[in-house]
């Protein structure tokens, strides 16, 4: 189901939130990326100034033992003098452990819109059940060509829709708090005198779960009026692909000397067409009435 973000967050942070999901789950657990830290030019340090001051003397050094008896001396010195210079260009070529300006820009950002979006962590097994209804109504909506091609508004799709993916899911996030919290009461064991107070919360939880799940079917039903209308719309661009043909079928059946025996099938295809232009329409009318249902 992913992060869920409310839409007037804007698309870029967004669309970061959505990509870092379990970045924001260490987050919210309470992990905290080290401070960046502010890269200045490096200075050289005394060690390494050393190092190149005596790379002239250490050279001569070892042109004169390699010249002498005591040439194995100077093979150790060289090599000792490449494995300092080696373990030298390491540690300045080292990136400080704390420059992660990825995670520090997540989370900043999850900081700052702090209860303007929501994990998966959030909701209770009943709840994601619900909420993935939601998303799977709304993106089936929002994916389909007759919403593309502007049969349906589009426009307000795009802006309601994500609306009450957010609407929805707020309140099941709300939901799932609310009854962690009462099973754990119950778990605990409750007094006689305690029971009659909690049949009532247990009654508000019941209720608005339904007014939750009232809300998705209102969004299944309008998806299932815009799956008709697509339906209708690529039958009815087939029929017209086919319609296209007639004229080549029917100058094949006349050289062929079969035109009498064309089929009422072919003829029909304007009739179909028209028939599935009607279809269309009709189901797009109620697609429209579904979504003022939706505004309520």
Known sequence: MGVVVDPGVSPEVAGLLRANAPLLSRIRAGWVPPAAAVLLPRRRSPSSAL??????????LMAVLLASPFAAA?????G???FIVLVKIASMSEVPEDDRPHERHVYEQARWYDGRYLLAEDFD????VVLTRAQRAIGSVLRSHVN????????????????????IARLLAKLSALRGEHKELLARGIAPEVAAVVEPLERALANSEAAVVARVEALERYAGHVAEAERA????GQIEELRS????????????????????????LAEDADMLERTLRRSVRSAHEAFRYLEG
């Open 245 to 268: 043909r007639l004229p080549r079928y029917e100058e094949l059946l006349a050289e062929s000397g079969a035109d009498s025996l064309a089929v009422p099938e072919i003829e029909r």
């Open 125 to 128: 097994q009943e709840a994601r």
């Open 80 to 82: 000792t003098y490449v």
């Open 74 to 78: 100077g093979f150790v010195l060289l």
């Open 51 to 60: 190092l190149l001051a005596a790379t002239p003397v250490v050279i001569a």
């Open 233 to 236: 719309y690529h039958a009815r």
């Open 148 to 167: 593309a091609e502007g049969l349906l508004d589009d426009a307000r799709n795009a802006l309601m829709l994500p609306a009450q993916e957010w609407e």
